[in-house]
């Protein structure tokens, strides 16, 4: 993660403003050359609270398939997305020693951002509330959901 680190969010709300602010500026900044499926997810969808079902990674082929619950911005909508990022440059699971797998469907996702990395190779970082963070550096990338009949407060 460059912008909303477990750092900035312990931070004092002056601050997690300006860097949502320079996270904007980014985003704007490598909207004319991602894919299109990035700047669409961004604008109407998120990940905040939501959980990862099932996480296939591929190296073979060079893709990754994520398949994770989660909201509509408004949060009175669940929905399951599915993720797929191909040509994958690299995957990695980051956080605690102790928390090394952990990102599964105990453990809500906080936040997470998408980035230029150079050379058409674009990120996406997901933050989950133990701190532990999955990163896919890919230059593909889709998406899809379907809404499912969960509701806010289930846990499955």
């Known amino acids: 993660m460059r912008f909303f680190t ?3 969010r312990g931070a004092d709300e002056t601050t997690q403003k300006r860097v949502a602010a320079e996270y904007q ?6 909207s004319s050359t991602c894919p299109a499926a990035i700047m669409d997810f961004v604008r109407r969808h998120t990940v905040h609270d939501g959980q990862v079902t099932r996480l296939e990674v ?6 990754a398939v994520l398949h994770l619950h989660g909201w509509n911005p ?6 399951l997305y599915t993720f797929v990022y191909r040509d994958l440059e690299g ?3 980051l956080g605690p020693a102790d ?6 469907r105990s453990i ?6 998408f980035n230029a990395v150079g050379g058409g190779i674009f990120e996406h970082c997901i933050l989950f509330h133990s701190d532990v963070e999955l990163q896919f550096a890919f230059k ?3 998406f899809s959901f379907e809404v499912t009949p969960l509701r806010r407060g289930q846990l499955n």
């Open 58 to 63: 591929n190296p073979a082929d060079r893709s």
């Open 99 to 104: 928390s090394y797998g952990r990102y599964s």
């Open 25 to 30: 500026r980014a985003l704007q900044e490598m």
């Open 6 to 8: 477990p750092e900035w």
């Open 74 to 79: 408004r949060f009175d909508e669940r929905r």
């Open 108 to 113: 809500d996702a906080s936040f997470d951002e």
């Open 91 to 93: 995957f990695c699971e």
């Open 140 to 142: 593909r990338f889709d």
